[in-house]
C-alpha cells in the first residue's frame, strides 16, 4: 500500500500563509487529490490531480508536487479554514493521508 | 444539483451483516464510477471499495475483500454496499462517494453511521 504521512497539526494566524505537506511512500506522479473536513461535516474536495482547483473553491488555496511530494497551501488563511486537511492518493488504490488539524491563533 | 443521500446504517451485532444503499441524483449516475470511503470515530478516512460506471469491476480494500460487496443499480441510481461477517473495527461513518476520473471523489454524502457492538 502507498502510505501518505502528513504533519498532525499547525496553528497560523489570520492573514498568514500556511503551507500542508503530504509525503507519499512511493512515487505517485500527480495522482495527489486534497480535502478539506470541518467538524461534524463530510469532507469536501478541495485540489485534484495536484495543482486543479475543484469548482467553488476559493482561489486562496493551492496546490503543488509531484511524485512523492506535495503541498497544500493556504494564503490568506482565514478563520473558517479552521479544519482538518487529508491528502489522497489514486497512482496505486486508494489511500489518504491521516490529516492535519489546522486551528487559527 | 448533485445529491448522494445514504442509508441503512444503525447498530449490529459482530458476525451479523448489515446493507448500506446510496440514492444519487442529480448528475448521471451510469455515467461514473461511485465508491465507499469510511472514518472511524476521531480517526482519518479509509477507502472501503470502489465500483465502476456500468458495475463490470470493484475494487476492495484488503481488510474488507471478502466480506464486503459493492454493487449498483443504475435503473435506480442507486449504490449499495453489502456487509457481512462484521467485526468491532468496521465501527464507522460511511460516505458514499462520486469517483471522478482520475480517482478522486468530487462529492460525498452526509455519511451514515455503523456501530458494530454486542
Known amino acids: 500500500d502507498t502510505v501518505l504521512t502528513q504533519s498532525p497539526a499547525l496553528a497560523v494566524s489570520p492573514g498568514e500563509r500556511v503551507s500542508i505537506s503530504c509525503r507519499a511512500s512511493e512515487g505517485v506522479n500527480s495522482y495527489m487529490h486534497w480535502y478539506q473536513q470541518k467538524p461534524g461535516q463530510q469532507p469536501k474536495l478541495l485540489i485534484y490531480?495536484?495543482?486543479n482547483l475543484a469548482s467553488g473553491v476559493p482561489a486562496r488555496f493551492s496546490g503543488s508536487g509531484s511524485g512523492t511530494d506535495f503541498t497544500l497551501t493556504i494564503d490568506p488563511v482565514e478563520a473558517d479554514d479552521t479544519a482538518t486537511y487529508f491528502c489522497?492518493?489514486?497512482?496505486?488504490?486508494?489511500?489518504f493521508g491521516g490529516g492535519t488539524k489546522l486551528e487559527l491563533k | 444539483e448533485v445529491q448522494l443521500v445514504e442509508s441503512g446504517g444503525g447498530l449490529v451485532q459482530p458476525g451479523r451483516s448489515m446493507k448500506l444503499s446510496c440514492a444519487a441524483s442529480?448528475?448521471?449516475?451510469?455515467?461514473?464510477?461511485m465508491a465507499w470511503v469510511r472514518q472511524a470515530p476521531t480517526k482519518g478516512l479509509e477507502w472501503v471499495a470502489t465500483i465502476s460506471y456500468d458495475g463490470s469491476s470493484t475494487y476492495y480494500r484488503d481488510s474488507v475483500k471478502g466480506r464486503f460487496t459493492i454493487s449498483r443499480d443504475n435503473a435506480k441510481s442507486t449504490l449499495y454496499l453489502q456487509m457481512n461477517s462484521l467485526r468491532s473495527e468496521d465501527t464507522a461513518t460511511y460516505y458514499c462517494t462520486r469517483d471522478a476520473e482520475p480517482g478522486y471523489f468530487d462529492y460525498w454524502g452526509q455519511g451514515v453511521m455503523v456501530t458494530v457492538s454486542s
Open positions: 489522497q492518493q489514486s497512482w496505486n488504490d486508494w489511500t
Open positions: 490531480k495536484a495543482s
Open positions: 442529480g448528475f448521471t449516475f451510469s455515467n461514473y464510477g
